[in-house]
Structures are given as structure tokens and as C-alpha cells.
């Protein structure tokens, strides 16, 4: 049997195969990406359960004046 023949006769099979190679990738990395967005979306709500106990104790503390998170404005130092 001449090897071109060996070649055109196991092409179907190999297409097959990368074919589904390429489909499990394809399925793993949409996996992987949904479990990090699932992932990032519970870091979220940790961070956010947090700040909101750090300000919650900042207004037991001090209920009349809460502490300030946001940067001072700076004054212009340059002379005309």
C-alpha cells in the first residue's frame, strides 16, 4: 500500500482528533474563565463586607464626625 494512500485514508480521523482537541480547550478556558469571574465576584463582596464593618466601627467610635478616606487638596506652592 503506497504511504500517500495510508495519509489520504487516516486524514478523517486525524481531523477528528484535533477537532476535538481544539473543542476542549476551547470548553476548559470558558470554564476557567467563568470560575475567576465567580471568584472575583466573592473577593468583591468580602472587600465590601469589610468596609462597610471598618465604617460601621468608625461611627461607634466617633458617631458625630466619621473618619475621612478621601485625599487633602493641595495647596499651589509656585510663586508668580
Excluded: W, Y
Excluded at 503506497?2 to 477528528?16: E, H, N, Q, T
Excluded at 478556558?29 to 469571574?37: C, F, L, S, T
Excluded at 471598618?54 to 466617633?62: H, Y
Aim: glycine residues 4%; without cysteine; proline residues 5%.
Amino acid at each position: 500500500m503506497p504511504v500517500f494512500l495510508v495519509g489520504a485514508a487516516s486524514a478523517p480521523l486525524v481531523k477528528k482528533i484535533i477537532r476535538g482537541t481544539v473543542k476542549g480547550s476551547v470548553k476548559l478556558a470558558m470554564d476557567a474563565k467563568r470560575v475567576a469571574h465567580e471568584i472575583n465576584e466573592d473577593l468583591s463582596d468580602i472587600a465590601a463586607e469589610a468596609s462597610a464593618e471598618v465604617f460601621a466601627a468608625d461611627l461607634q467610635e466617633s458617631p458625630e464626625v466619621p473618619r475621612q478616606t478621601t485625599k487633602k487638596a493641595r495647596t499651589s506652592s509656585a510663586t508668580s
